[in-house]
Protein backbone atom coordinates (compact mmCIF):
# COMPACT_ATOMS: atom_id res chain seq x y z
CA UNK A 1 0.00 0.00 0.00
CA UNK A 2 3.10 2.39 0.42
CA UNK A 3 6.02 2.64 -1.70
CA UNK A 4 9.15 4.85 -1.06
CA UNK A 5 11.34 6.10 -3.37
CA UNK A 6 13.77 8.68 -4.10
CA UNK A 7 16.93 7.58 -1.81
CA UNK A 8 20.45 7.20 -2.99
CA UNK A 9 23.89 8.40 -2.26
CA UNK A 10 24.24 12.13 -1.87
CA UNK A 11 27.59 14.28 -0.84
CA UNK A 12 27.70 15.56 3.41
CA UNK A 13 25.66 18.99 2.83
CA UNK A 14 23.79 17.98 0.05
CA UNK A 15 20.14 17.10 -0.26
CA UNK A 16 17.57 14.36 -1.38
CA UNK A 17 13.41 14.25 -1.19
CA UNK A 18 11.68 11.27 -0.43
CA UNK A 19 8.29 10.39 -1.79
CA UNK A 20 5.97 7.90 -0.21
CA UNK A 21 3.65 7.19 -2.28
CA UNK A 22 -0.32 5.33 -1.19
CA UNK A 23 -2.26 2.66 -3.41
CA UNK A 24 -5.38 1.99 -2.35
CA UNK A 25 -5.84 4.37 0.20
CA UNK A 26 -5.56 7.64 1.13
CA UNK A 27 -2.88 9.12 3.15
CA UNK A 28 -5.00 11.67 4.42
CA UNK A 29 -6.89 9.28 6.20
CA UNK A 30 -3.28 8.14 8.09
CA UNK A 31 -1.34 9.56 9.87
CA UNK A 32 2.04 8.91 7.84
CA UNK A 33 5.49 8.30 9.41
CA UNK A 34 9.14 8.47 8.37
CA UNK A 35 11.84 6.22 10.08
CA UNK A 36 15.16 4.99 9.73
CA UNK A 37 17.28 1.97 10.15
CA UNK A 38 21.19 2.01 10.47
CA UNK A 39 23.21 -0.77 9.98
CA UNK A 40 23.24 -2.74 13.48
CA UNK A 41 20.73 -0.07 14.99
CA UNK A 42 17.42 0.38 15.99
CA UNK A 43 14.80 1.62 13.95
CA UNK A 44 14.19 5.29 14.69
CA UNK A 45 10.89 7.93 13.96
CA UNK A 46 12.21 10.88 12.02
CA UNK A 47 9.11 12.69 11.14
CA UNK A 48 5.78 12.37 11.05
CA UNK A 49 2.25 14.13 9.74
CA UNK A 50 -0.89 14.08 11.16
CA UNK A 51 -4.07 13.47 9.44
CA UNK A 52 -6.68 16.33 10.78
CA UNK A 53 -4.76 19.24 10.72
CA UNK A 54 -1.50 18.18 8.68
CA UNK A 55 0.54 19.12 12.05
CA UNK A 56 4.10 18.05 11.78
CA UNK A 57 6.87 15.96 14.20
CA UNK A 58 10.59 16.01 14.16
CA UNK A 59 12.89 13.87 15.61
CA UNK A 60 15.61 16.24 17.36
CA UNK A 61 18.20 15.18 15.04
CA UNK A 62 16.81 16.31 12.02
CA UNK A 63 14.77 19.51 13.12
CA UNK A 64 15.52 22.66 10.84
CA UNK A 65 17.21 20.34 7.94
CA UNK A 66 14.29 17.83 7.32
CA UNK A 67 10.73 18.53 6.20
CA UNK A 68 7.94 16.49 5.87
CA UNK A 69 4.72 17.36 3.41
CA UNK A 70 1.77 15.96 1.91
CA UNK A 71 0.00 15.62 -1.30
CA UNK A 72 -3.32 14.59 -1.32
CA UNK A 73 -4.04 15.06 -5.11
CA UNK A 74 -0.95 12.95 -5.88
CA UNK A 75 -1.82 10.59 -2.87
CA UNK A 76 2.11 11.03 -1.72
CA UNK A 77 3.85 12.09 1.49
CA UNK A 78 7.20 13.39 0.93
CA UNK A 79 10.13 13.80 2.94
CA UNK A 80 12.63 16.87 2.05
CA UNK A 81 15.98 16.36 3.26
CA UNK A 82 18.74 19.29 3.25
CA UNK A 83 22.43 19.85 4.94
CA UNK A 84 22.53 15.62 5.36
CA UNK A 85 25.38 14.33 7.27
CA UNK A 86 26.92 11.19 7.40
CA UNK A 87 24.85 9.67 10.73
CA UNK A 88 21.36 10.49 8.24
CA UNK A 89 22.57 6.90 6.35
CA UNK A 90 20.14 4.32 6.77
CA UNK A 91 17.39 2.83 5.22
CA UNK A 92 14.50 4.87 5.38
CA UNK A 93 10.57 3.34 5.86
CA UNK A 94 7.42 4.94 5.57
CA UNK A 95 4.58 3.70 7.79
CA UNK A 96 0.88 4.26 8.42
CA UNK A 97 -1.41 4.26 11.62
CA UNK A 98 -4.80 5.77 11.67
CA UNK A 99 -4.19 6.39 15.51
CA UNK A 100 -1.33 7.07 18.16
CA UNK A 101 -1.77 5.92 21.36
CA UNK A 102 1.73 7.28 22.99
CA UNK A 103 4.13 9.36 20.70
CA UNK A 104 3.88 9.49 17.02
CA UNK A 105 7.92 8.62 16.12
CA UNK A 106 7.70 5.08 18.09
CA UNK A 107 7.65 2.43 15.69
CA UNK A 108 5.07 0.20 17.26
CA UNK A 109 2.45 2.79 16.80
CA UNK A 110 2.58 2.55 13.11
CA UNK A 111 0.93 -0.77 11.15
CA UNK A 112 1.85 -0.69 7.51
CA UNK A 113 4.68 -0.05 6.24
CA UNK A 114 6.65 0.15 2.86
CA UNK A 115 9.56 -1.41 1.85
CA UNK A 116 12.11 0.82 2.38
CA UNK A 117 14.58 3.16 0.78
CA UNK A 118 18.56 3.41 0.89
CA UNK A 119 20.24 6.67 1.95
CA UNK A 120 23.74 7.45 2.22
CA UNK A 121 25.44 10.25 2.91
CA UNK A 122 29.13 9.54 2.19
CA UNK A 123 32.08 11.33 0.15
Known amino acids: QFVESGGGLVQPGGSLRLSCAASGVSVDYYVIGWFRQAPGKEREGVSCIWRSDGSTVYADSVKGRFTISRDNAKNTVYLQMNSLKPEDTGVYYC??????????????????WGQGTQVTVSS
Open 95 to 112: AATRAVTSFPLLKYEYDD
